[in-house]
């Protein structure tokens, strides 16, 4: 960049006053493949070594791989996602990396700090672009530093092409869109993949009116095709329909109902009289309770509430005055969160320790992640506050839950 400003080392005698105007990565970061098929693949290849001749670039991530394999199991994740350890694609390399990496890095006792540093920032500046939870101001740019500034330690490598947009762009084009996953994801696959073709940072002639014009097309043909679908007898459109069922608008269901409530579970507020059911679907995921199922891993959700994010286990679902409501227990916060974390943290020095209190310190800004017990209280929650599906692990008494999704990032 410098050498084009000022005429340098190949770029022509005249200098580009362009750069003055528009500077690089001002433009979406492909968030898709430089988190799942960029950072997060290299470490995956080093934590899960398959091929002998793999010659790591660090010690960073050199890990006991039986006992490390074990560790991952005791992360509980809905249904949903069970089998995102395949890491078939870059969304469930991105999911496995930002749900059930992360939440081992926070109570490992086989990565060494660093490690889990490394993969607490990753996931964490990638969970927040993928729920929309509230930070600190600095989030972004903290967790980058940080990150960086371990992976520099151990080896210079890491920071392939991918790697640099991440560690040292996302920030400012975060702060320039916002957030930039959903723009990233739409702009380099499916749908939007067509409808932005042909355009790019330099190419912008009528730019909005080609684009307008493809998403309004594009949205009428799903449109037209779910009004048919519903009213059709045709083999065909029914077969066309069934590969691809994003078209239509999910609804929300009420399964398994609830013969009688525990003693526990009654609360003054309700009708004990009422139909209750442990199974409740929505478009951002499905509830269970151990009602339905003792052995239950879709029992942690967010709720939105004032504007904040707070963290409940759902107990039952039932129906008052043409609303759904939930009946569930609060899962509130601890006064020393992350113990595990920061005591390893702690033993660092030097930058070392800066950069590790740096994260902590966003963890704790972060509302998308809890570190807390539950209560024995029940609560009635609008089914219409509910804002996340969460995954969690456990940490001595405690319940680490981390929301899954909240942002429309499709692909």
Request: glycine fraction near 6%; hydrophobic fraction near 40%.
């Amino acid at each position: 960049m410098t050498d084009s400003m000022n005429g340098l080392n190949g770029f022509n005698s005249v200098p580009s006053k362009y750069i003055n105007i528009c500077m690089p990565y001002e433009t979406p970061v492909d968030v898709l493949h430089n988190f799942g098929e960029g950072l997060f693949e290299v470490i995956c290849k080093e934590l899960f070594v398959k091929d002998s001749s793999l010659v790591p670039k660090s010690d960073l991530f050199k890990v006991p791989h039986n006992e490390y394999v074990r560790e991952l199991s005791n992360t509980v994740l809905p249904t949903e996602f069970a089998n995102i350890s395949n890491r078939r694609n870059a969304t469930d390399k991105i999911l496995f990396f930002r749900l059930t990496l992360c939440l081992n890095a926070i109570v490992s006792d086989t990565l060494n700090t660093k490690a889990r540093l490394v993969i607490v920032a990753l996931s964490l500046l990638c969970n927040k672009m993928f729920t929309g939870g509230r930070a600190s101001q600095i989030f972004d740019g903290e967790l980058c530093s940080s990150a960086s500034w371990f992976l520099m330690e151990a080896s210079e490598r890491y920071i392939s092409c991918k790697a640099h947009e991440i560690l040292y762009h996302l920030p400012h084009v975060n702060m320039l869109f916002n957030n930039v996953a959903p723009l990233s994801t739409f702009s380099f696959e499916s749908a939007y993949q067509y409808i932005l073709l042909g355009y790019s940072s330099k190419l912008t002639r009528n730019y909005s009116e080609t684009v307008c014009s493809r998403v309004l097309l594009h949205n009428v043909l799903r449109r037209e095709l779910a009004k048919r679908a519903e009213i059709s007898h045709s083999e065909k459109l029914k077969k066309f329909c069934s590969l691809t069922p994003g078209i239509f608008k999910l609804s929300s269901a009420l399964k398994y109902r609830v013969d009688s409530l525990k003693a526990e579970d009654i609360v003054p507020t309700i009708d004990i009289n009422c139909d209750y059911f442990g199974w409740f679907s929505m478009s951002l995921g499905t509830l269970k309770s151990e009602y339905c199922d003792s052995k239950t891993q879709n029992d942690v959700f967010f709720v939105e509430n004032s504007g904040r994010l707070e963290c409940y286990r759902f107990v039952v679902a039932f129906v008052i005055d043409g609303f759904t409501k939930v009946l569930a227990e609060p899962i509130r916060s601890a006064e020393q969160r992350f113990l595990s974390l920061r005591s390893g943290v702690e033993e660092l020095t030097g930058t070392d320790l800066h950069y590790g209190l740096a994260i902590l310190k966003m963890m704790d800004s972060y509302e998308g992640i809890t570190c807390g017990n539950l209560t024995g209280e029940r609560s009635i929650i609008p089914a219409s506050s509910i804002y996340s599906i969460g995954c969690y692990t456990y940490c001595k008494e405690s319940i680490i839950a981390l929301a899954i999704n909240g942002v429309a990032v499709h692909n």
